[in-house]
């Protein structure tokens, strides 16, 4: 990296490292020595939380469509994109095909848009930011041909609660990414101290043993209410497709948690299970992509 860094970058590497003197006092109440465990040189006591934001996208395509849609992100979006990264407005953008996906799944590709903005989000239909990117083309015409072959089913907005990241990444990372579809609703209420206190430090692990490229905990904000699935999500992001199949069990927790006993490590697996529910979890390839 320069020696100077980005806004993003100042964002990111300060993600999710954070732990107040209150919640320390928590920590060290409910699990004793464990506070003192899962301190790490990544995390930042008394730094201001950044806000980070997911638009996510989810795309059904006309049958056989997938060759000209995947190039006409390449040729046509992804300058959008990079444009509105350099206008400040959002961080970075992936367009994902869904190779595995949940049996209700209905959608082939899925895009995610990470901004600091929420105001940012959904700006790609700028009629102006368009028409600077593509000069040489009439911008109705052009944004005809931008939306034909596929439509959005649905749309999701998720704030980023926390992450684990390589040293000196400005983002996430990684070819391949899992997402884990969780719902907390009804369940211990501990969910995001096990994901950031018990779970961020084994995926340093992780990523310190080239397993894992990054990690990040996000809640989902919009859409709400009593009929959703799921209301928060951990995606892994991976850089090869071998390094899925590995599990994360109490070798690596030994590992992240040296001061714990197993004992107490398999009573941390147990609370986690309490917290939430595991809705479940798709895989996902990354084929574009504009930012870090």
């Not at 107040?20 to 003192?36: H, N």
């Not at 509105?84 to 209905?106: F, H, V």
Request: aromatic fraction near 10%; include cysteine.
């Amino acid at each position: 990296m320069a020696s100077q860094e980005t806004g993003s970058a100042k964002l990111w590497n300060n993600v999710g490292n954070i732990i107040t003197y209150t919640a320390a006092i928590v920590l060290l109440c409910l699990a004793g020595s464990f506070a003192v465990a899962v301190a790490d040189s990544h995390r930042t006591d008394g730094a201001e939380e950044p806000v980070v934001y997911l638009q996510i996208d989810y795309y059904v395509l006309q049958t056989g469509f997938a060759p000209e849609f995947v190039a006409m992100q390449e040729e046509l979006w992804k300058p959008v994109h990079e444009e509105r990264i350099r206008d400040g407005a959002i961080i970075g953008w992936s367009l994902y095909d869904a190779l595995i996906k949940g049996p209700t799944a209905d959608y082939d590709f899925v895009a995610i848009t990470m901004t600091d903005d929420y105001g940012a989000l959904y700006g790609t239909s700028d009629r102006e930011l368009i028409a600077r990117v593509h000069p040489e083309r009439g911008t109705d015409p052009l944004l005809e041909t931008m939306h034909e072959g596929y439509r959005v089913v649905h749309s999701e907005i998720w704030r980023m609660n926390g992450a684990a990241l390589p040293e000196g990444a400005d983002a996430p990372a990684g070819k391949y990414v899992t997402k884990n579809f969780m719902d907390s609703r009804g369940a211990s209420g501990e969910h995001e101290m096990m994901e950031l206190d018990f779970w961020k430090p084994i995926h340093y692990v992780r990523i310190d043993q080239d397993i894992l490229n990054s990690w990040v905990m996000y809640t989902k904000v919009k859409p709400g209410g009593s009929s959703i699935r799921y209301n928060y999500s951990t995606i892994d992001y991976y850089d090869r497709l071998s390094d899925i199949e590995g599990s994360v069990g109490m070798e690596l927790a030994r590992i992240a948690h040296p001061d714990l006993t197993d004992d107490e490590l398999s009573d941390f697996f147990t609370r986690t299970s309490a917290s939430r529910r595991a809705y479940k979890t798709e895989m996902w390839r990354e084929v574009v992509a504009a930012g870090p």
